[in-house]
């Protein structure tokens, strides 16, 4: 987004496995962040420091979806029992967790505190407080003691080479109540527009390599047919989970969402001299 290189990855989502572990730290970096969901950790603390057991050079920096969402998602629901949130009551949460920490990792448990740009000023507007709120908070932090701020690079440069390892043999995510890929594979359509979009990979290659004059353009137009969002506006989740779906989406349906993607599949399926993919 910035432009400058980091030793610390994030995926799309927060979308993690032992084979995207072990991809990223083919790559040379040194952390990738991921999503604190309940399944993968169980009774262990979210916040102790963690390493990947298919990449253990690379340091696991876990999202803590509980404290992350108070601010993401609740901070200005009034349903909520916590409403309206202080800074001092937020502040005494993590003060509890960082209290909670197994004695050997005291000193160098990780908080994660990580949300979308979007929190601030869409999901949060100005006048929650949630500005005010945000200034107010490290200062809190800083007064009581025990506290400090750190990049994801310096998280994971404190995460010991002997730290405790996870094992993910399945993706996990933060998207939904299933915390897994469902969001974007969870139905019929979802799986075969994706696999008609990876299926043009070799014919995009090869225009790249023969056409010059437009290769950079169709190849651009590729990657961004492989954007998350497409997949997203095309699930039938129903209840919470399909409501947020349905926020988000353009469309009016997520068979109309298919529609549209697959008529632009086929139309760079054309440009490319792919096959045109088979009707869905």
């Known amino acids: ?49 963690y390493r990947f057991a298919a990449a253990p050079a690379l340091a696991a920096l876990p999202r803590h979806y509980r404290l992350s969402d108070d601010i993401a998602f609740r901070f200005s629901d009034r349903q909520w029992a916590a409403w309206p949130l202080s800074v001092e009551r937020y502040a005494d949460w993590l003060q509890g967790e960082a209290g909670a920490l197994p004695p050997e990792a005291k000193g160098r448990g990780f908080l994660g505190l990580f949300m979308d740009y979007e929190t601030f000023g869409e999901h949060q507007w100005a006048d929650t407080g949630i500005f005010d709120f945000m200034r ?63 299926a043009l990979e070799p014919f995009v290659r090869r225009h790249h390599a023969r056409h010059a004059a437009d290769a950079a353009r169709v190849l651009e137009d590729w990657r961004r047919l492989l954007t998350s969002d497409h997949a997203y506006y095309m699930s039938t989740k129903h209840w919470a989970d399909g409501d947020v779906h349905q926020y988000f989406s353009p469309f009016e349906s997520p068979y109309d969402a298919c529609i549209n993607y697959m008529n632009v599949l086929a139309d760079l399926a054309q440009r490319v001299g792919a096959p045109a993919p088979r009707p869905l």
């Open 1 to 49: 987004l910035l432009g400058a290189p980091g030793p610390v990855f994030r995926n799309t989502e927060l979308i993690v496995s032992n084979a995207v572990a072990e991809q990223v730290a083919a790559l040379g970096f040194a952390g990738l962040c991921l999503e604190g969901a309940d399944g993968l950790f169980g009774w262990r603390n979210v916040s102790a420091p």
């Open 136 to 198: 107010a908070l490290p200062g809190e932090l800083l007064k009581r003691g025990g506290f400090r701020f750190v990049t994801p690079s310096e998280a994971a440069a404190r995460v010991p080479v002997n730290a405790a390892t996870l094992d993910l043999p399945r993706p996990v995510s933060w998207a939904d109540l299933e915390r897994d890929t469902s969001a974007w594979d969870g139905n019929a359509i979802q799986r075969a527009a994706l696999a008609e979009a990876f």
